[in-house]
């Protein structure tokens, strides 16, 4: 995969994911839109939002989505600006893997304490994971590349250039 699919890729999860936790916060003040991802009583952000375990550590969960979003793609941002500075994309790998693990704890808290599944948190949480994969395969394309790796390998039906 090219480095280019890779970071459009980030980005493109990204800014769908930001759109998500944006609709989420929407949601979670306007009773009307908690109906549309109301399926049935397991799927429903309305028992997510009425179950009073909607934050963590004081903070809504939708702003941290917010937050987590933009911060990955101002992080993004810098790594693209800089290819060839490891520390870029390691700090991109490192912020989405917290993003990773923050959402796991949602999940959880959705899952085992509530009994029920936002399925718009569900998106964003998914489109996070999104993002780590391909910060993960970034910071190994940027390493390789800073270290003077091999480039990479041509498909065998290509001709030599």
């Not at 994971?129 to 910060?135: D, F, K, Q, T, Y």
Request: with cysteine; charged share 15%.
């Amino acid at each position: 995969m090219r480095t280019s699919s890779v970071r459009g890729a980030i980005y493109l999860a990204g800014l769908l994911g930001l759109l998500v936790a944006l609709f989420a916060a929407a949601e979670f003040y306007t009773a009307s839109l908690r109906s549309v991802c109301s399926i049935n009583q397991f799927f429903s952000c309305a028992t997510v939002d009425r179950s009073g375990r909607t934050s963590t550590l004081g903070i809504p969960d939708y702003l941290w989505g917010i937050g987590g979003f933009l911060a990955l793609l101002v992080v993004a941002g810098l790594a693209e600006r800089r290819p060839k500075e490891v520390r870029y994309a390691a700090l991109l790998a490192l912020l989405a893997t917290a993003a990773v693990g923050l959402s796991s704890y949602f999940i959880y808290v959705q899952l085992a304490e509530i009994h029920a599944l936002c399925v718009v948190c569900a998106s964003a949480e998914t489109l996070g994971g999104i993002v780590w994969v391909m910060s993960l395969v970034l910071l190994v394309k940027t390493r390789r590349r800073a270290l003077g790796g091999p480039p990479p390998v041509a498909p065998a039906d290509a001709e030599p250039g």
